[in-house]
């Protein structure tokens, strides 16, 4: 849902449950996918951005 700031020119957002559900959903595949791929050394993490090799 969208909603504009009345006086200081500006729009902020909240997502429905149903959009909070898919990020969730979407957040675990990824996660998960990431995690399976560190673990097989396939992914280098230098602290501020992760690499594949």
Not at 22 to 48: C, L, P, W
């Given at each position: 849902?969208?909603?504009?700031?009345?006086g200081?020119?500006?729009?902020?957002?909240?997502?429905?449950?149903a959009?909070?559900?898919?990020?969730?959903?979407?957040?675990?595949?990824?996660?998960?996918?990431?995690?399976?791929?560190?673990?097989?050394?396939?992914?280098?993490?230098?602290?501020?951005?992760?690499?594949?090799?």
């Amino acid at each position: 849902m969208l909603s504009s700031n009345q006086g200081l020119g500006g729009w902020t957002f909240t997502m429905t449950p149903a959009e909070m559900e898919k990020k969730n959903e979407f957040n675990k595949i990824f996660d998960s996918t990431y995690n399976a791929a560190k673990h097989e050394n396939k992914i280098v993490s230098n602290g501020r951005l992760d690499t594949r090799i």
